[in-house]
């Protein structure tokens, strides 16, 4: 295996990939959008682990599709994401977390802030302007979880490695 690091994301229903993807489409500074929306759940994983993929494996086969609660919009300084609600995303990265200790980073061994991010690395009133604009008509709405994805950070675009569907056997 290589020693690029992995991350590992939640795999979206199609409708709610595709509304982020055209959010982050119209709002993320075109130079550095080079990825679809995702939730990141692992940073930095090892790839020379064979045992990252035996315990997603087993976690996909544990785990059912999840209901994700698009709860609001979030200023994150120089972007705008939204806050996922989830009480089964939140225990299933901590499951995998206490199964990775040895491997993961400062970043990945905190609490989880589930987020999508369609706007980053601009100046902060851009951001402002485009958190009050999304607030307008924002309602509450509910998305799903219907799996993991593994990718391989390449220095910023991401090389897809393999998904895993929910309750799978």
Request: aromatic share 12%; glycine share 4%.
């Amino acid at each position: 295996m290589s020693d690029t690091p992995l991350i590992l994301t939640l795999t979206l229903d199609e409708d709610s990939q595709q509304y982020f993807n055209e959010l982050r489409r119209e709002h993320f500074p075109p130079e550095r959008n080079y990825l679809n929306a995702h939730l990141t759940l692992f940073h930095h994983l090892p790839s020379d682990q064979d045992q990252i993929f035996s315990d997603i494996f087993l976690a996909v086969q544990t785990y059912q599709i999840m209901q994700l609660a698009v709860t609001e919009i979030k200023s994150i300084g120089s972007g705008v994401a939204f806050k996922i609600e989830s009480i089964p995303l939140m225990q299933l990265h901590r499951y995998l977390q206490q199964l990775w200790q040895p491997w993961l980073t400062p970043q990945d061994k905190q609490t989880l802030w589930p987020h999508i991010t369609i706007q980053n690395k601009v100046e902060p009133n851009q951001a402002m302007l485009l958190k009050a604009q999304l607030e307008q008509d924002f309602k509450p709405f509910t998305a799903r979880g219907l799996g993991l994805g593994v990718h391989e950070y390449q220095g910023g675009p991401w090389k897809f490695k393999k998904s895993f569907e929910f309750g799978t056997n």
